[in-house]
């Protein structure tokens, strides 16, 4: 009978005894997870150097997003119709911007890729995709046009171009994008805000 009260004894003492450790534990983890919060930087855009930057924080007429991909054949073939597109709007008050989602471009590559494909615009990456929701877009290549109050007007394909995977046309019977343009700075309802566009897909 001594040794069973004895063994009581000492498992309530242990017992005691573990209970301000597990508390502490808590805390500390708590207090982590405090800290993490406080630390955590916003979600954005950023340039090429790193820094974050929001495209439709500036007061403009139009804003365009272009979103791109290094890989994307698709959206490769569009570089010569991209630039024609801002040589055109750009007079006009329309800012430009290539959006560039993959996480996996880097700054150095992109800065190569925009070289090769002889891009003047702007140049952002979206790794947490950002501007990817704000636009609405889920392919590359795809456009956005934003209003001066930063409202999404439009958003889809920049023109009809390409039916499908492996199916092109010689030449666009729809431009979408430049017809958004022409609608919006003359005040005008878009006759379609939002186009499919056909490309490479955005992965999440």
């Known amino acids: ?10 498992l309530l003492v242990a017992v005691v005894s573990s209970v301000p450790e597990c508390v502490s534990a ?26 974050p930057a929001d495209p439709l924080s500036d007061p403009g007429k139009l804003t365009v997003l272009i979103f791109l991909s ?10 010569p ?12 008050g329309v800012r ?12 150095e590559a ?19 995709h950002v501007l990817v929701r704000r636009a609405r ?10 209003s001066a109050k930063g409202r999404l007007l439009y958003h889809g394909r ?10 092109e046309r010689v030449a666009p019977t729809q431009h979408d994008l430049r017809e958004a343009l022409e609608a919006a700075l003359a005040n005008k309802p878009i006759a379609n805000e939002a186009t499919r566009a056909v490309g490479c897909y955005i992965s999440q």
């Open 26 to 51: 808590g805390a500390v983890k708590i207090h982590k997870t405090e800290t993490t919060r406080k630390t955590e930087q916003p979600r954005a855009a950023v340039d090429l150097a790193g820094k």
């Open 81 to 92: 119709a991209i630039q024609r597109l801002a040589e055109q709007f750009v007079p006009s």
């Open 110 to 128: 992109i800065e190569k890729h925009t070289k090769e494909y002889r891009y003047t615009l702007r140049t952002l990456r979206d790794p947490q």
């Open 70 to 79: 290094i890989e994307c054949p698709i959206a490769n073939r569009y570089a």
């Open 1 to 10: 009978m001594r040794t069973a009260e004895l063994l009581v004894a000492w």
């Open 137 to 146: 877009v889920s392919v590359t290549p795809e456009a956005a046009v934003f």
């Open 96 to 107: 430009f911007w290539l959006i560039y989602p993959d996480a996996d471009n880097s700054p």
């Open 158 to 167: 920049i023109d009809d171009r390409f039916v499908d995977f492996g199916k």
